[in-house]
């Protein structure tokens, strides 16, 4: 996933006939590139997401600011993931998910 097509990467946004309503986001770091990648589904379709947030330093505010700029409200989980980064000599602590949503329409009423 990205924000662009080719070179192994595919955009949401490539598949914009298809109707998303939710959208789960754990690739390894990717995730903010993801999002800019599906600009179109997130302005359309999407109500509710739940991105992964642990891999790189800024995710958590990076990821916040995208979904807060496509008109989504942001609650960041309050648990944290003990990180350890290629058995690197310090593992670390992350808040490990940022869910986004915005306002769902009400079902239309059937008579």
Request: hydrophobic share 30%; glycine share 8%; charged share 30%.
């Amino acid at each position: 996933m990205g924000n662009k097509s080719g070179d192994g990467m595919i955009r949401l946004d490539d598949y914009k006939d298809v109707y998303f309503t939710y959208l789960k986001a754990d690739i390894e770091g990717d995730e903010v590139s993801m999002l800019d990648g599906a600009e179109e589904l997130m302005k359309s379709s999407i109500k509710q997401v739940l991105v992964c947030t642990y891999h790189k330093p800024n995710d958590q505010a990076r990821v916040v600011r995208k979904l807060r700029e496509k008109g989504m409200n942001c609650y960041i989980n309050p648990g944290f993931v003990l990180y350890d980064v290629c058995n690197s000599s310090k593992p670390y602590v992350r808040h490990a998910v940022v869910y986004g949503s915005r306002a769902i329409d009400e079902p239309k009423k059937r008579y």
